[in-house]
């Protein structure tokens, strides 16, 4: 080639059509968490990591309940997010796991690791991080000899826990955000610890009451896989993603053992409070878990645990 682009030149983000902008966010920021730099109303929001303007955007402007390009059409084949190692491929492969998302594949490209999933629009989008360069595998005479090997789910997962990408604090920061000593932030971890069990078992109690009534109007929901499916993308199941992203709120917030707690225990029981106060009137979570505290004592039963987890954090 005679003038070969800059080497500098890289691709500085991806603008995607959706169908329903709520629920794909809840996809890039409630279980990847790319954080929301800008949103236009209803019709688009700009995400990105590092404070960075946009790294993904996503627009209704031509898509609003749109449906995803049939097989055999030409488009996006995936979009693909590069992590800067494997522990922090693993946290994100943890993350799919808590929300329920399944993988198209995974697989080890000798040169990368790469996840392979469905955002809920069924765009491709792959998880990867790159091994460094030394590593790469090259064939005899230098080229790259990229390769598609299994790749081990199990010890991904094992990995450990991300080390933080933000610049390195000062010593000020190693004081939690909440103020507190070494011993107070301890007792707040497992506080979180012990209100994050007590949620995602109402999480299941819930799930397993909305699937029923699910069920019961639309027939079998089938294997698992096809359940994780309509958790993501059905409306029927939309209002169950305010808790799960509490969830990952608190997930994220726990973070490596001895480490500092970033956030505020009290505003956080605040939100959870607030979002399980159920109500006869009006939409969304709070009249479907006024129903569904009617209907199963099991969901009861868990929103008392909950309740008295919550009990804890405020002593």
């Given at each position: 080639m005679d003038n070969p682009i800059d080497p500098r030149v890289d691709i500085g983000h991806v603008h995607l059509k959706v169908a329903d902008l709520e629920r794909a966010l809840?996809?890039?920021?409630?279980?990847?968490?790319?954080?929301?730099?800008?949103?236009?109303?209803?019709?688009?929001?700009?995400?990105?990591?590092?404070?960075?303007?946009?790294?993904?955007?996503?627009?209704?402007?031509?898509?609003?309940?749109?449906?995803?390009p049939p097989p055999g059409s030409t488009g996006l084949y995936h979009l693909a997010i590069r992590y800067p190692d494997r522990a922090v491929l693993a946290d994100a492969l943890r993350r799919l796991d808590r929300a329920g998302v399944p993988l198209?594949?995974?697989?080890?490209?000798?040169?990368?690791?790469?996840?392979?999933?469905r955002d809920p629009d069924g765009n491709g989008v792959e998880l990867y991080w790159d091994r460094p360069r030394a590593d790469w595998p090259r064939a005899s005479d230098?080229?790259?000899?990229?390769?598609?090997?299994?790749?081990?789910?199990?010890?991904?997962?094992?990995?450990?826990?991300?080390?933080?990408?933000?610049p390195a604090p000062d010593a000020s920061a190693d004081t939690?955000?909440?103020?507190?000593?070494?011993?107070e932030n301890g007792d707040l971890r497992g506080k979180l610890i012990e209100l994050r069990g007590k949620l995602l078992h109402?999480?299941?109690?819930?799930?397993?009451?909305?699937r029923a009534a699910y069920e019961m109007d639309r027939g079998s929901v089938g294997s698992v896989g096809n359940l994780l499916q309509l958790v993501i993308n059905d409306p029927w199941f939309a209002w169950?993603?305010?808790?799960?992203?509490?969830?990952?709120?608190?997930?994220?917030?726990?973070?490596?053992?001895?480490?500092?707690?970033?956030?505020?225990?009290?505003a956080l029981t605040d939100q959870v409070e607030q979002l399980l106060t159920a109500s006869e009137e009006g939409e969304g979570f709070p009249r479907r878990y006024f129903e569904a505290l009617q209907r199963q004592p099991v969901v009861v039963l868990a929103h008392a645990d909950v309740r008295r987890a919550l009990k804890a954090m405020r002593s």
């Open positions: 809840a996809f890039y920021h409630g279980v990847l968490g790319f954080a929301v730099t800008q949103r236009m109303g209803d019709t688009a929001a700009f995400l990105s990591a590092g404070g960075y303007h946009h790294h993904i955007a996503l627009n209704t402007w031509e898509s609003a309940g749109g449906h995803a198209d594949g995974a697989a080890d490209h000798g040169v990368s690791e790469a996840l392979y999933l230098g080229s790259l000899n990229m390769v598609t090997e299994r790749l081990n789910l199990a010890r991904l997962r094992a990995e450990g826990a991300a080390p933080s990408s933000e939690p955000a909440t103020g507190a000593s070494s011993s109402l999480h299941k109690v819930l799930l397993d009451d909305a169950l993603h305010a808790l799960s992203g509490l969830i990952v709120r608190i997930d994220e917030a726990v973070g490596r053992e001895g480490g500092p707690i970033r956030v505020d225990g009290t």
